[in-house]
């Protein structure tokens, strides 16, 4: 147990107690760039939103008609790309994080 709280992000390490329900996720959003390839420094209006987030829990999955539980896809630690919008905003501890239905969830980075 210790070995796999080792493995996790630091940031995830704050949500072992936090377990979304269903099939929801709990993403903290990627910061947008600060500057361009080329070095120059973007104003915060210019920037976009970033649509990469790594996933800090995960619930249990979902049930099918016949009660049989779906397990999600993702998993604590993944990149995932997001969409431009939806997702419910939490705040914790002076941060925020969002949390998606796994429907939601656009793509996975490999790693």
Do not use: H, W
């Not at 209006?45 to 009660?67: I, Q, W, Y």
């Not at 397990?71 to 604590?76: A, G, L, N």
């Amino acid at each position: 147990m210790a070995a796999q709280a080792a493995a996790m992000p630091k940031t995830a390490q704050k949500f072992k107690n936090i377990i979304p329900l269903f099939n929801r996720i709990l993403v903290k959003r990627a910061e947008p760039p600060k500057e361009s390839k080329g070095g120059i420094v973007l104003p915060d209006v210019k920037s976009a939103k970033c649509l990469k987030g790594t996933v800090l829990a995960v619930g249990p999955g979902t049930r099918n008609e016949k009660g049989v539980l779906i397990p999600m896809t993702v998993k604590v630690g993944d990149e995932v790309m997001l969409p431009d919008y939806g997702g419910t905003k939490v705040e914790f501890e002076e941060q925020t994080y969002f949390l998606f239905r796994e429907s939601e969830i656009l793509a996975k980075y490999n790693e």
